[in-house]
């Protein structure tokens, strides 16, 4: 078993920054990549980010890239997400996920752990 932690979400200004932080602990030689993913009332789960555990490639849903940055610190468990230029559509829970695969990493069917979630509210 995996066990994630978020931390890091609140209420902020549009164009503000959050970073977002989830710590892994368990079975951590088990993963293989950690992703975010958040949800809108009303809507689905959506991907934001993901990025492989070892080699620490990254991929970004369109809606977010050039103004979130996913990194990890292996060495403590941590991926975080750092989230620049804030819009008030980025407003939802964000979950942090880990999976043992490395295909399909914006689907959220591919990961076995989830985090508890994390509020992320961005006024206008």
């Known amino acids: 078993q995996v066990q994630l932690v978020e931390s890091g979400g609140g209420l902020v200004q549009a164009g503000g920054s959050l970073r977002l932080s989830c710590a892994a602990s368990?079975?951590?030689?088990?993963?293989?990549?950690m992703g975010w993913f958040r949800q809108a009332p009303g809507k689905e789960r959506e991907f934001v980010a993901a990025i492989s555990w070892r080699g620490g490639s990254t991929n970004y849903a369109d809606s977010v890239k050039g103004r979130f940055t996913i990194s990890r610190d292996n060495a403590k468990n941590t991926v975080y997400l750092q989230m620049n230029s804030l819009k008030p559509e980025d407003t939802a829970v964000y979950y942090c996920?880990?999976?043992?695969?490395?295909?399909?990493?914006?689907?959220?069917?591919?990961?076995?752990?989830w985090g508890q979630g994390t509020q992320v509210t961005v006024s206008s």
């Open positions: 996920a880990a999976t043992p695969r490395l295909l399909k990493l914006w689907v959220h069917s591919t990961y076995d752990y």
């Open positions: 368990g079975r951590i030689f088990s993963i293989a990549a």
